[in-house]
């Protein structure tokens, strides 16, 4: 049994047809990156899956029940992250936990576990504006990890950031998704973080998306984005996104 | 800074020193135009015999009262005109037209109502502090970046938890500014208030220095009053505001 399986008929924005038949299924565990042209529905599709945006036909399955509105098992890290200035590193991850009435004492242990994990303790007091690009990303996916998701949703969430910090977390996440094997759908730009990242890897097709191919990646782990193998295999998926960003290009022009 | 310090002291020396000189060059008379050590010699007096001190007194109480409730009702006021649209389009744009009446003016209808009272001045200061508040708290909760509001809902905050843990911390720094501006309101109406109602309080010395005829003790209420005035907005107010924008990493 798949964990989420996703038969979305048709999802619009005022008029626009933004998704049309895209169906697909992700196992548990699974690390599943999303690629395809710019403005395709992906972050739509996020949103769905995070039950943020309830208006599109079809049904989306989370362990074969419909979804309901937004849920802790499912949890959206934004591209903007949205940490909250007026709260230190430490509270901020604190956050979620404070809704499913978890007692002072016992938050400060989660936290200190998880401030740990993104290596940031000695940063638990700090204030949002202290902090770099790279601790940002660590806070945000700590202060989502705490409430212990089945699911986690990042929207390309490394986009902003020097080359050498992204590597850096792109190490950081697998290593952290190898402890807490937690289902990984991540939207992505760059293939070469898709190929670096994922088990899978989806390329949607240019608005209304649908699922154009999808690539299995069998490459050991961890994996450096400078491997022969991530290179192989990001070629395979440039084949398939180049064909449908000319289809878009070539759309846009004669329109 | 130190520089700036200087120049400071400077400029008030040499006011000082001008002041002076005119009293020398005897261009007016003292009653008109009194020397600047009689005005000293008036604010020690004014301290000295304790008026000035229930003057404060008198005038913070009102202050305080009347800027309370502007404060408790003008925050869930804007509050509501937030929530409620229909409220927003139709309340709303009343209180922007109440916003722009001079506090002052009610205070014909604050006196058939209440009389000679306590309660005439205070309403005064609510009429010139509530709808200011009202329409600040308003805008600070609109400029919420909406991408706090989808990680407090993703996060799984509802209704008061996240009105608690997400709106009004958001709101902060722009409900700081709007505070700030309608203190000044409050205190502005308050003296107006108090300058034709003549019961104690700060105004009230004013106006009694003008019935006596005792310029010194006019400029020394002035002085004494923009001394407050400067306390308040910049001490309190002002480093309430930097120590915000600095937690913020505004």
Redesign the interface.
């Known amino acids: 049994m798949s964990l989420l399986k996703i038969n979305i008929e048709s999802k619009s924005y005022g008029g626009l047809n933004v998704i049309d038949k895209l169906n697909l299924e992700i196992e548990k565990g699974e690390f599943v990156c999303v690629t395809g042209p710019s403005g395709c529905g992906k972050t739509t599709l996020l949103n769905i899956i995070a039950g943020l945006d309830l208006y599109y036909s079809g049904e989306v399955l989370y362990k074969n029940e419909p979804l309901a509105g937004c849920a802790s098992n499912r949890l959206l890290i934004f591209q903007e992250l949205g940490l909250f200035p007026w709260l230190t590193v430490q509270e901020n991850i604190e956050f979620g936990l404070k809704f499913k009435a978890i007692a002072k004492a016992e938050r400060v242990k989660i936290a200190a576990e998880y401030l740990d994990m993104v290596n940031l303790a000695k940063f638990k007091d700090s204030c949002i504006h202290e902090l770099s690009g790279g601790m940002k990303q660590r806070v945000a996916l700590a202060r989502a990890l705490v409430m212990d998701p089945e699911i986690l949703l990042m929207d390309e969430p490394f986009s902003s950031l020097d080359a050498q910090t992204r590597d850096m977390l792109h190490g950081e996440l697998q290593r952290i998704w190898k402890i807490t094997k937690k289902t990984i759908i991540f939207v992505t730009h760059n293939v070469r973080e898709a190929v670096c990242l994922g088990d899978r890897v989806l390329v949607l097709s240019m608005i209304p998306a649908h699922l154009k191919a999808g690539f299995f990646i069998n490459l050991p782990r961890p994996r450096q984005i400078e491997s022969d193998g991530v290179i192989d295999n990001v070629k395979l998926v440039m084949a398939e996104l180049t064909s449908e960003i000319k289809k878009l290009y070539e759309r846009e022009f004669n329109a | 800074m130190h520089k700036k310090t200087a120049r400071q002291i400077i400029f008030y020396l040499a006011l000082l020193a001008l002041w002076q000189a005119l009293i020398i060059s005897k261009l007016w008379p003292g009653y008109i135009f009194p020397a600047p050590l009689k005005v000293a010699a008036a604010v020690i007096e004014g301290f000295r015999n304790q008026t000035f001190l229930i003057g404060i007194m008198v005038s913070f109480k009102r202050l305080l009262i009347g800027y309370g409730i502007s404060i408790v009702f003008g925050g869930t006021l804007g509050m509501l005109l937030v929530k409620f649209k229909t409220l927003e389009q139709t309340l709303g744009n009343l209180i922007l037209g109440l916003q722009t009446l001079p506090s002052i003016c009610w205070f014909p209808l604050a006196l058939i109502w209440f009389g000679l009272s306590e309660w005439a001045i205070i309403f005064v200061v609510i009429a010139g502090s509530l709808f200011s508040i009202t329409m600040s708290t308003h805008s600070a909760f609109k400029n919420i970046?909406p991408?706090?509001i989808?990680?407090g809902?993703?996060?799984?905050?509802?209704g008061i938890?996240l009105l608690w843990?997400?709106f009004i911390?958001?709101a902060?720094p722009s409900l700081l500014i709007g505070l700030r501006q309608s203190w000044s309101f409050a205190w502005r109406s308050l003296m107006a208030g108090e300058l034709l109602f003549n019961c104690l309080g700060l105004g009230y010395l004013l106006s009694m220095g003008r019935e006596l005829n005792d310029m010194s003790q006019v400029l020394a209420v002035m002085f004494l009053i923009m001394l407050i005035s400067i306390f308040i907005d910049r001490l309190i107010f002002g480093k309430a505001e930097s120590r915000i924008r600095l937690?913020?990493?505004l």
């Open positions: 970046p991408i706090y989808q990680v809902k993703n996060m799984g905050a509802r938890g843990r997400v911390p958001a902060i937690r913020y990493g």
